[in-house]
């Protein structure tokens, strides 16, 4: 589902982000991509969104080759992904049910259709219930679960959660892996990264490991 055949990314003349990566990753699979800041983590997943194209090597998202792909193109590759990105914080203006409706809306959903999809999705990371407040009155762990709702709402089929767990306490990071878990359970191919060993604690799902760019493990 995601392929990366010997893959580097330069952003400048002398310093790879990433540098020869070779990695499978399966239809369904869970998988977390671990080391620590400034590893390539963030590249590897904005490569597979074609937020970045890949500077040497291949990158296959659904037999797409990201490299090749135009334009055009993106929106659709982006049809099947669901992101968590650090940068893609919740809309201040507007509430919780608001945020998570908003990728239906833009695809051209209509409205009662998508707030019924989400009020599921927010069901599903336990806070239908906080529909109607705003982002500034949840805390950091359930603002990350409303970006968790938002990303899947659309039904992708592959989750990138990149550093989801960032900034919050142990019970609140603990919540956010286990709504991605249960999107995993439910079919859906996870990458969940992150810079703090502890997040995979008793993990016995796949772990792949970066540093300075380079895999150390986990790569199949
Ligand atoms: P991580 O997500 O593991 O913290 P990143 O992928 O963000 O790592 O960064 C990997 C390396 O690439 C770092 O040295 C970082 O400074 C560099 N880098 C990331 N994005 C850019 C960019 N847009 N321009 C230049 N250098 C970048
Ligand atoms: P599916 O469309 O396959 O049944 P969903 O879980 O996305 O799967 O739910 C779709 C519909 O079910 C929504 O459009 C909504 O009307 C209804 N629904 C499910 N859960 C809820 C909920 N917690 N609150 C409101 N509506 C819900």
Redesign the pocket.
Known sequence: MIEFQSVSKQYSHDAYALRDVSLNIGKGELVYLAGPSGAGKSTLMKMVAAVERPTGGVVTVNGQDIGRIRKAGIPFLRRNLGLIFQHQRLLNDRNILGNVMLPLLVTGAPKA?A???A??????VGL?DRAKAMPLELSGGEQQRVAVARAIVN?PQIILADEPTANLDRAAADRVLDALRAFHAAGVTCVISTHDDEVLGSATARVIRLEQGQLVGGAV
């Open positions: 259709q707030e019924g999809r009020r599921a999705a927010l069901d599903k239908l039904r």
